[in-house]
Protein backbone atom coordinates (compact mmCIF):
# COMPACT_ATOMS: atom_id res chain seq x y z
CA UNK A 1 0.00 0.00 0.00
CA UNK A 2 1.15 3.83 -0.62
CA UNK A 3 1.93 5.98 2.19
CA UNK A 4 -0.24 8.53 2.22
CA UNK A 5 1.34 11.41 3.67
CA UNK A 6 -1.92 13.57 4.20
CA UNK A 7 -3.29 10.60 6.60
CA UNK A 8 -4.99 12.31 9.35
CA UNK A 9 -8.58 13.53 7.49
CA UNK A 10 -9.08 17.23 8.27
CA UNK A 11 -12.58 18.66 9.14
CA UNK A 12 -13.86 21.20 6.28
CA UNK A 13 -16.03 23.93 6.10
CA UNK A 14 -18.13 25.64 3.28
CA UNK A 15 -16.28 28.82 2.68
CA UNK A 16 -19.01 31.27 4.52
CA UNK A 17 -18.68 29.49 7.53
CA UNK A 18 -15.29 30.59 7.74
CA UNK A 19 -15.25 34.01 6.40
CA UNK A 20 -15.98 35.71 9.68
CA UNK A 21 -12.44 34.13 10.63
CA UNK A 22 -10.68 35.83 7.45
CA UNK A 23 -8.75 39.00 7.26
CA UNK A 24 -10.14 40.25 3.82
CA UNK A 25 -6.85 40.08 2.26
CA UNK A 26 -6.77 36.05 2.91
CA UNK A 27 -10.32 35.73 1.55
CA UNK A 28 -9.33 36.74 -1.48
CA UNK A 29 -6.44 34.53 -1.80
CA UNK A 30 -8.35 31.63 -0.70
CA UNK A 31 -11.70 31.67 -1.65
CA UNK A 32 -11.02 32.61 -5.32
CA UNK A 33 -12.12 30.72 -8.42
CA UNK A 34 -9.79 31.35 -10.77
CA UNK A 35 -6.43 29.72 -11.47
CA UNK A 36 -4.29 29.78 -8.13
CA UNK A 37 -1.22 29.59 -10.38
CA UNK A 38 -1.84 32.46 -12.10
CA UNK A 39 -2.42 34.49 -9.18
CA UNK A 40 0.98 32.91 -7.85
CA UNK A 41 2.51 33.87 -10.93
CA UNK A 42 1.31 37.97 -10.96
CA UNK A 43 2.23 37.89 -7.25
CA UNK A 44 5.94 37.98 -7.16
CA UNK A 45 8.93 38.92 -9.33
CA UNK A 46 10.01 35.43 -8.27
CA UNK A 47 9.50 32.99 -11.24
CA UNK A 48 6.48 30.15 -10.48
CA UNK A 49 7.83 26.65 -10.24
CA UNK A 50 6.35 23.23 -9.25
CA UNK A 51 8.33 20.73 -6.78
CA UNK A 52 6.89 17.53 -7.48
CA UNK A 53 6.74 15.41 -4.01
CA UNK A 54 4.59 12.34 -4.96
CA UNK A 55 2.06 11.00 -7.77
CA UNK A 56 0.65 7.69 -8.38
CA UNK A 57 -1.91 5.36 -7.60
CA UNK A 58 -3.31 5.06 -3.92
CA UNK A 59 -6.58 4.80 -1.91
CA UNK A 60 -7.95 8.06 -1.13
CA UNK A 61 -8.21 9.33 2.79
CA UNK A 62 -12.44 8.72 3.82
CA UNK A 63 -13.29 12.54 3.93
CA UNK A 64 -11.52 12.75 -0.04
CA UNK A 65 -13.84 9.70 -1.02
CA UNK A 66 -16.89 11.42 0.81
CA UNK A 67 -15.72 14.30 -1.54
CA UNK A 68 -16.06 12.57 -4.99
CA UNK A 69 -18.43 9.73 -3.93
CA UNK A 70 -16.59 6.92 -3.71
CA UNK A 71 -15.94 3.48 -1.85
CA UNK A 72 -13.27 4.44 0.46
CA UNK A 73 -11.31 1.56 -1.15
CA UNK A 74 -11.39 2.28 -4.44
CA UNK A 75 -8.15 3.57 -6.43
CA UNK A 76 -7.56 6.99 -7.13
CA UNK A 77 -4.46 8.82 -8.93
CA UNK A 78 -3.09 11.13 -6.55
CA UNK A 79 -0.59 14.06 -6.73
CA UNK A 80 1.27 15.90 -3.68
CA UNK A 81 3.42 19.21 -5.08
CA UNK A 82 4.81 22.20 -3.58
CA UNK A 83 3.80 25.76 -5.56
CA UNK A 84 6.97 27.65 -5.32
CA UNK A 85 8.01 31.22 -5.82
CA UNK A 86 11.51 30.75 -6.09
CA UNK A 87 12.80 29.01 -3.67
CA UNK A 88 9.81 28.90 -1.20
CA UNK A 89 7.43 26.88 -1.09
CA UNK A 90 4.08 29.38 -0.88
CA UNK A 91 1.24 26.78 -1.18
CA UNK A 92 1.49 22.57 -0.73
CA UNK A 93 -0.95 21.19 -2.79
CA UNK A 94 -3.01 17.67 -3.06
CA UNK A 95 -4.85 16.38 -6.27
CA UNK A 96 -6.90 13.09 -5.96
CA UNK A 97 -9.52 11.52 -8.81
CA UNK A 98 -11.03 8.49 -9.36
CA UNK A 99 -8.53 6.59 -11.73
CA UNK A 100 -11.88 5.13 -13.46
CA UNK A 101 -12.83 8.84 -14.15
CA UNK A 102 -9.07 9.32 -16.14
CA UNK A 103 -9.90 7.68 -19.39
CA UNK A 104 -8.56 10.41 -21.88
CA UNK A 105 -6.81 13.01 -19.07
CA UNK A 106 -3.57 14.09 -19.38
CA UNK A 107 -2.62 13.95 -15.65
CA UNK A 108 -0.71 11.27 -15.43
CA UNK A 109 2.21 13.17 -17.81
CA UNK A 110 2.02 16.60 -16.07
CA UNK A 111 5.45 16.31 -14.30
CA UNK A 112 6.57 19.56 -12.75
CA UNK A 113 3.82 21.30 -14.98
CA UNK A 114 1.03 23.01 -12.42
CA UNK A 115 -2.35 20.77 -13.05
CA UNK A 116 -4.26 24.65 -12.73
CA UNK A 117 -2.27 25.68 -15.56
CA UNK A 118 -3.48 22.71 -17.57
CA UNK A 119 -6.89 22.64 -16.46
CA UNK A 120 -7.64 26.23 -16.78
CA UNK A 121 -7.05 26.77 -20.29
CA UNK A 122 -9.43 23.29 -20.69
CA UNK A 123 -12.79 24.13 -22.67
CA UNK A 124 -16.14 23.54 -19.75
CA UNK A 125 -14.25 23.17 -16.63
CA UNK A 126 -16.60 23.44 -13.86
CA UNK A 127 -15.35 24.63 -10.13
CA UNK A 128 -17.32 23.34 -7.29
CA UNK A 129 -18.07 24.90 -4.22
CA UNK A 130 -14.80 26.01 -2.04
CA UNK A 131 -14.32 24.75 1.52
CA UNK A 132 -12.13 25.96 3.52
CA UNK A 133 -10.05 24.53 6.51
CA UNK A 134 -7.73 26.39 9.27
CA UNK A 135 -4.70 25.00 10.71
CA UNK A 136 -3.58 22.48 11.71
CA UNK A 137 -2.24 21.42 8.93
CA UNK A 138 -2.46 17.53 6.87
CA UNK A 139 0.81 15.59 7.03
CA UNK A 140 2.82 17.01 4.07
CA UNK A 141 3.04 20.58 5.36
CA UNK A 142 3.98 20.03 8.67
CA UNK A 143 6.63 16.89 7.24
CA UNK A 144 8.03 19.60 4.97
CA UNK A 145 8.54 22.53 8.57
CA UNK A 146 5.71 24.27 7.13
CA UNK A 147 2.73 26.08 9.09
CA UNK A 148 -0.34 26.52 6.75
CA UNK A 149 -3.01 29.20 7.98
CA UNK A 150 -5.63 28.21 5.71
CA UNK A 151 -6.27 25.52 3.08
CA UNK A 152 -8.84 25.09 1.12
CA UNK A 153 -10.39 22.61 -1.51
CA UNK A 154 -12.90 22.44 -4.48
CA UNK A 155 -14.02 19.56 -6.72
CA UNK A 156 -13.04 20.81 -10.83
CA UNK A 157 -14.88 18.76 -13.37
CA UNK A 158 -13.70 18.32 -16.70
CA UNK A 159 -16.63 15.98 -18.58
CA UNK A 160 -16.80 12.97 -17.02
CA UNK A 161 -13.36 13.46 -14.81
CA UNK A 162 -13.91 14.85 -11.32
CA UNK A 163 -10.31 15.89 -9.71
CA UNK A 164 -10.26 17.07 -5.69
CA UNK A 165 -7.63 19.86 -5.31
CA UNK A 166 -6.63 20.75 -1.88
CA UNK A 167 -4.27 23.87 -1.22
CA UNK A 168 -2.66 24.56 1.65
CA UNK A 169 -1.57 27.83 2.29
CA UNK A 170 1.80 28.56 3.83
CA UNK A 171 3.01 30.67 6.17
CA UNK A 172 6.07 31.65 3.87
CA UNK A 173 3.44 32.95 1.27
CA UNK A 174 1.49 34.92 4.39
CA UNK A 175 5.40 36.42 5.69
CA UNK A 176 6.17 37.08 1.76
CA UNK A 177 2.91 39.00 1.12
CA UNK A 178 2.67 40.17 4.87
CA UNK A 179 -1.00 38.83 5.30
CA UNK A 180 -2.21 38.48 8.63
CA UNK A 181 -2.60 35.26 10.26
CA UNK A 182 -6.25 35.41 10.03
Not at 115 to 124: A, E, K, M, N
Not at 148 to 176: C, H, K, N, Y
Request: net charge positive.
Amino acid sequence: MTHNRFSVGPHWLPAAAQRPHMSPVWWRWVASRDSLTARLCTASTQPFKVRLLAQGISRPRRDEARALGLDPRARIWRREVMLMLGETPWVAARSVAPLASLHGARLQSLGTRSLGSWLFRQPGLERGPIEIIRSPAPTLVMAHGRAAPWGRRSILRLGRTSILVQEFFLDAMAADLALPSR
